[in-house]
């Protein structure tokens, strides 16, 4: 793995009032239809720091680590019909040992989740809004007292209280 390549968890933690259409388009294609979702990205694909800039007031994203990546998937990966993703599942349709190995090629970037979604999984999570809130505005930059924006790995400890 490339040390600039990582993995972005991007979640969507604003609704869709005073929505620009370009903008609206853009989470579109980043499948972050509502608020609460939460997707998954390699920085390598192109065009992905560009879609992150136009859509930075109503999303905050950063470096997703291995132990939350499995947690999100055991408990918030969903396949078509709303069935749990599954180490059974892993196994017989990616011919993998599990989720822990998912995790692993997702890291690396051998596979890339939203192309999971031609075999059948759900391209995006649900999460819960925070338990105990968010901690600061919604309306403001991560680096500027907000949560909005690039936060780095600290979007470990975010998504962990969304599960």
């Not at 998937?73 to 892993?90: F, I, M, Q, S």
């Amino acid at each position: 793995m490339d040390s600039d390549q990582k993995l972005f968890l991007i979640i969507r933690i604003r609704g869709t009032a005073d929505l620009y259409p370009d903008v609206k388009y853009t989470l579109d294609l980043l499948r972050l239809r509502r608020k609460f979702a939460a997707t998954l990205y390699h920085t390598s694909l192109n065009g992905l720091r560009d879609m992150l800039r136009k859509v930075e007031y109503w999303t905050t994203y950063g470096e997703i680590n291995k132990e939350t990546l499995i947690q999100l998937l055991e408990k918030r990966g969903r396949l078509v019909g709303d069935k749990p993703l599954t180490d059974d599942w892993v196994k017989e349709n990616l011919g993998l040992n599990g989720i822990e190995k998912l995790a692993d090629k997702l890291l690396n970037g051998e596979i890339h989740y939203h192309k999971l979604e031609k075999k059948g999984v759900k391209p995006f999570f649900r999460l819960h809004p925070p338990r105990k809130g968010f901690n600061k505005s919604i309306k403001r930059h991560y680096h500027d007292e907000g949560e909005l924006g690039y936060r780095g790995p600290d979007i470990n400890d975010l998504v962990k209280r969304m599960i």
